[in-house]
T-cell receptor, first 113, second 116 residues
Framework: NAGVTQTPKFQVLKTGQSMTLQCAQD?????MYWYRQDPGMGLRLIYY???????DKGEVPNGYNVSRLNKREFSLRLESAAPSQTSVYFC????????????FGEGSRLTVL | AQSVTQLGSHVSVSEGALVLLRCNYS??????LFWYVQYPNQGLQLLLK??????LVKGINGFEAEFKKSETSFHLTKPSAHMSDAAEYFC??????????????FGKGTHLIIQP
């Protein structure tokens, strides 16, 4: 049972570099999310996709872009990484918008030097 | 808009003692409420959820929580702590029926420490 799969699990970048975090779910969920987790801050929503073909900003979208490639996949892109983006990133999904619990991936730890 | 306040960033209890983790929420519409657990270097795992059925909700690993609308609370309890319960716990709220950004709004987390 794969559930939500994120790649890569670890990444180190230099300031100004770009990268894409990949996320895929195999539960036929409609809604997908990207969160970041920082010590003492809990989880904060970056972007979400209520359904295939739509994306919307969350609480902390600046410096990020997303793509809902298809129903299964939702990627997060950092165009020009900054040290403030050092964090653990979690992808999550649920059956549909505003219902039920989120199912989380195992996280991607990103360090920006 | 919703918000969650978890009282105590760290809670320490002795093995075998009662665990009580506090969560208060704010929501302009009837909420769904959740507790998640995170073990080191892992993702978040659902412990239990309240979705407007029974106010006392039982979850995995012997945890339960009670929804109290009058107190806007959803505290997590376990009668007897086990060493394996040491982890980070997050309370989260979601608005029923939509409105505003989607997703869950999380509290800042409570680190549960179990003393032998």
């Amino acid at each position: 049972n794969a559930g939500v799969t994120q790649t890569p699990k670890f990444q180190v970048l230099k300031t100004g570099q770009s990268m894409t975090l990949q996320c895929a779910q195999d539960m036929n969920h409609n809604s997908m999310y990207w969160y970041r987790q920082d010590p003492g801050m809990g989880l904060r929503l970056i972007y979400y996709s209520a359904s295939e073909g739509t994306t919307d900003k969350g609480e902390v979208p600046n410096g990020y872009n997303v793509s809902r490639l298809n129903k299964r996949e939702f990627s997060l892109r950092l165009e020009s990484a900054a040290p403030s983006q050092t964090s653990v990133y979690f992808c999550a999904s649920r059956l549909q918008i505003n219902t039920g619990e989120l199912f989380f991936g195992e996280g991607s730890r990103l360090t920006v030097l | 808009a919703q918000s969650v306040t978890q009282l105590g960033s760290h809670v320490s209890v002795s093995e075998g003692a009662l665990v009580l983790l506090r969560c208060n929420y704010s929501s302009s519409v009837p909420p769904y409420l959740f507790w998640y657990v995170q073990y080191p270097n892992q993702g978040l795992q659902l412990l239990l959820k309240y979705t407007s059925a029974a106010t006392l909700v039982k979850g995995i690993n012997g945890f339960e929580a009670e929804f109290k609308k009058s107190e806007t609370s959803f505290h997590l309890t376990k009668p007897s702590a086990h060493m394996s319960d040491a982890a980070e716990y997050f309370c989260a709220v979601s608005a029923q029926g939509g409105g505003g950004a989607d997703g869950l709004t999380f509290g800042k987390g409570t680190h549960l420490i179990i003393q032998p």
